[in-house]
């Protein structure tokens, strides 16, 4: 089992940043999983945001591409999501994923592990 634990939402202005933060523990050598950040407004489904292999190859959501930066720490089993310009829009809440060498598609992904969510909340 893995234990996913998110750190770093909260109330920022429009424009602003937020660095999220994934510590992970238990279950098999960090860098073995895939990791990924998605998250979830109120009255819209679950979306994929960003993701990283364990080589290191990194997938973006259109909306969010160029803003943020999705990182991996494998000495310190954390993985970073570095948001800047945030928008009104990316106000939801943000949850970590794992899965153990996942290769498939980041869009179609449903990992097998999960935290339990950090809010971001943008003003304008």
């Known amino acids: 089992q893995v234990q996913l634990v998110e750190s770093g939402g909260g109330l920022v202005q429009a424009g602003g940043s937020l660095r999220l933060s994934c510590a992970a523990s238990?279950?098999?050598?960090?860098?073995?999983?895939?990791m990924g950040w998605f998250r979830q407004a109120p009255g819209k489904e679950r979306e994929v945001v960003a993701g990283?292999?364990?080589?290191?190859?990194?997938y973006y959501v259109d909306s969010v591409q160029g803003r943020f930066t999705i990182s991996r720490d494998n000495a310190k089993n954390t993985v970073y999501l570095q948001m800047s310009s945030l928008k009104p829009e990316d106000t939801a809440v943000y949850y970590c994923?794992?899965?153990?060498?996942?290769?498939?598609?980041?869009?179609?992904?449903?990992?097998?592990?999960w935290g339990q969510g950090t809010q971001v909340t943008v003003s304008s």
């Open positions: 994923a794992a899965e153990r060498f996942y290769s498939g598609s980041f869009y179609s992904w449903t990992p097998e592990y």
């Open positions: 238990g279950g098999r050598t960090f860098g073995s999983y895939t």
């Open positions: 990283i292999r364990t080589g290191g190859s990194t």
